[in-house]
Antibody, heavy 121, light 107 residues
């Protein structure tokens, strides 16, 4: 079935790095853009980053620019989020989500279950 | 970035009530507005896209309206499984910002 599975979360010290993965199955991965969305404990959803279907374009929320890098390997059906210089404000559940285009519109129609990143000393 | 503001942040309602949640953008986003439902410990689920298009499989008691800067999500008759948090998201920009959420609780 169509699914996204995140991995790579864990506890990391402030200032350190972590790489998250989002593995896709059940659909033509190379045809879809993939986004990362995070949710701090008890808080709302925050859009983090997007990579286009072919990796040609990437965009980030201002708070992670210069620290996070999104990438993808279409041969492995996987998107990555490299997170550097982590701070307490990055503590959250990180979801990856599929960008479903519909005419001129888009929305997230498939989500992973999320992976928890905790930044703490 | 486009800022999205939802109101109220929470509400209490009874089964069978009609519930309306509003979402406002700080600039015109035409009809580029999505609504999601999230239950505790779960990933969000899309309900409405393009402001008023019902996602396949979503009950018809959910509806969306609006364009420009002001949007609403309406649940015509609240069911027990609808108690959750609802988020709007603009898709006008590639950086798809979310509203702060509206938690719908049992009265």
């Amino acid at each position: 079935q169509v699914q996204l599975v995140e991995s790579g979360g864990g506890v990391v010290q402030p200032g350190r790095s972590l790489r998250l993965s989002c593995a896709a199955s059940g659909f033509t991965f190379s045809a879809y853009g993939i986004h990362w969305v995070r949710q701090a404990p008890g808080k709302g959803l925050e859009w983090v980053a997007v990579i286009w279907f072919d990796g040609s374009n990437k965009h980030y929320v201002d708070s992670v620019k210069g620290r996070f890098t999104i990438s993808r390997d279409n041969s492995k059906n996987t998107v990555y989020l490299q997170m550097n210089s982590l701070g307490a404000e990055d503590t959250a559940v990180y979801y990856c989500a599929r960008d479903q285009p519909n005419d001129d519109y888009w929305y997230f129609d498939v989500w992973g279950r999320g992976t928890l990143v905790t930044v703490s000393s | 970035d486009i800022q999205m503001t939802q109101s109220p942040s929470s509400l209490s309602a009874s089964v069978g009530d009609r519930v309306t949640i509003t979402c406002r953008a700080n600039q015109s986003i035409a009809s580029y507005l999505n609504w999601y439902q999230q239950k505790p410990g779960k990933a969000p689920k899309v309900l409405i896209y393009a402001a008023s298009s019902l996602q396949s499989g979503v009950p018809s008691r959910f509806s969306g309206s609006g364009s420009g800067t002001d949007f609403t999500l309406t649940i015509s008759s609240l069911q027990p499984e609808d108690f959750a948090t609802y988020y709007c998201q603009q898709s006008y920009s590639t950086r798809g910002t979310f509203g702060g959420g509206t938690k719908v609780e049992i009265k």
